[in-house]
């Protein structure tokens, strides 16, 4: 036998006890309150609820959750069913559920604190807390902690092994499971840089490589030309085999050798591989050290600059006159001391001049505020032709004699 059918004019107060019932949960009792009401609308609850006082339209009535759903099932009607009927869903109980997630968050923690990996590595432990505490790990993430927790436990290794290797080799067996853009990858080296106390601003390349784990050593790579490298491996070897051309090196290329500058050296850094090839066809084996970062600095770029500076050569930037190309500059400033090359105000109003643009009036205070004054940017390639001539004249001046 089919369940009766309620008058429609009651919707609105079912919708309203529904949401009270949801809101306090069952077994408790709460009091609805239903604001001018209309004719038809009063005429139905005083029907279903006979009350003492009759039920008038444009009244407030405030009507006990309790005494309306007794008085649905006295009419046959199951009071969750109708909720869930004019409410398109299941009714929830949220006091319930709360309770819930606070127990299995509760059970979470503790998880958390009495996992081995924890206790073996107290900063990884500490790392978990601080995370769960701040809802960046939770219950629903267990899984995924798991096998971060599983790789902590199986680094350092004995010998190098890859990433991609060492991903595979997890319980659900993924090759791409650690791959950069995972939600895996950055929980793993987040637990990795704690257990190593490496500074927060590391590489994730270089928190792997501090567990012997090599990520991927030849996508990261680096166009160089003319390299002063003095060093053991195939890195040092190549450039003085082609000097005059330009070469890519890659991460492992790099990370494999021994990497020495001639104290002094002088090496010139461009954002685009096209100001490279241009010092290549121009100058050939006359163009000072010259690299190019590509953009963004890769790995392979800031490892080449770490040595760099590490001998005390001196870096000298140049880029595009835009807020990427200064903020490149900028970030080689604070990580490798790298300095300005032709790169400034007076060197971007000077070219806006010759190229028959309008530079900014009055001047700037700061780079970043002269590229933001432009109607668009200013691409390194239209001043190819100074930054040859500087690169010409650095080339004479380190000549003997020059």
């Known amino acids: 036998m089919s369940e009766p ?24 009792d709460g009091t609805l309150t239903l604001a001018r009401l209309g004719a038809e609308e009063a005429l139905a609850l005083d029907g279903l609820l006979t009350p003492r006082k009759p039920i008038l339209a444009g009244q ?34 949220l006091p319930a559920e709360r309770a819930a997630a606070k127990l299995t968050q509760s059970q979470f923690r503790t998880w958390l604190t009495e996992h081995p990996v924890a206790i073996a590595r107290p900063a990884v432990a500490a790392w978990l807390q601080d995370a769960a505490r701040q809802g960046q790990v939770h219950a629903g993430m267990r899984p995924m902690i798991e096998q971060a927790l599983w790789i902590v436990a199986a680094l350092p290794s004995a010998e190098p092994i890859q990433r991609a290797v060492l991903a595979a080799r997890l319980p659900n067996a993924d090759p791409h499971g650690l791959d950069a853009d995972t ?34 050593p030849v996508s990261s790579n680096v166009a160089v030309l003319n390299l002063p490298l003095s060093v053991r491996g195939d890195a040092g070897k190549l450039p003085r085999m082609i000097r005059g051309s330009h070469m890519i090196l890659t991460y492992g290329q790099l990370s494999a050798s021994d990497l020495r500058w001639p104290p002094g050296a002088t090496c010139f850094s461009c954002e685009n591989p096209s100001v490279l090839i241009a010092a290549e066809q121009a100058l050939g084996g006359d163009c000072p050290p010259l690299i190019c ?63 028959g643009r309008i530079a900014p009036h009055p001047p700037p205070a700061t780079l970043e505020d002269g590229v933001r004054a432009l109607d668009r ?21 380190s000549e003997p004699g020059g």
């Open 5 to 28: 059918r309620l008058d429609a004019t009651l919707e609105r107060t079912l919708l309203a006890a529904r949401d009270k019932r949801e809101r306090i949960g069952a077994g408790r």
């Open 60 to 93: 407030t009535r405030r009507i006990p959750l309790s005494q309306l759903e007794a008085a649905l099932r006295a009419g046959g009607v199951e009071p969750r069913v109708a909720y869930e009927r004019v409410g398109g869903r299941p009714l929830r109980d």
């Open 183 to 216: 939600p895996l990858h950055r929980l793993t080296v987040s637990l990795l840089a704690a257990a190593a106390g490496l500074d927060r601003g590391s590489s994730a390349r270089a928190i792997w490589s501090a567990w012997n784990v090599l990520v991927d």
């Open 293 to 355: 970062t590509g953009g963004r600095p890769s790995d392979a770029v800031r490892l080449l600059f770490c040595s760099a500076r590490a001998a005390g050569a001196s870096i000298r930037h140049h880029g595009d006159y835009d807020s990427a190309g200064v903020q490149i500059l900028r970030d080689l400033e604070a990580r490798h001391g790298a300095t300005a090359w032709q790169f400034d105000l007076p060197s971007m109003c000077t070219a806006l001049r010759r190229l």
């Open 377 to 397: 940017g200013l691409p390194e390639e239209l001043v190819i032709d100074e930054l040859l001539d500087d690169l010409r004249g650095a080339g004479r001046s």
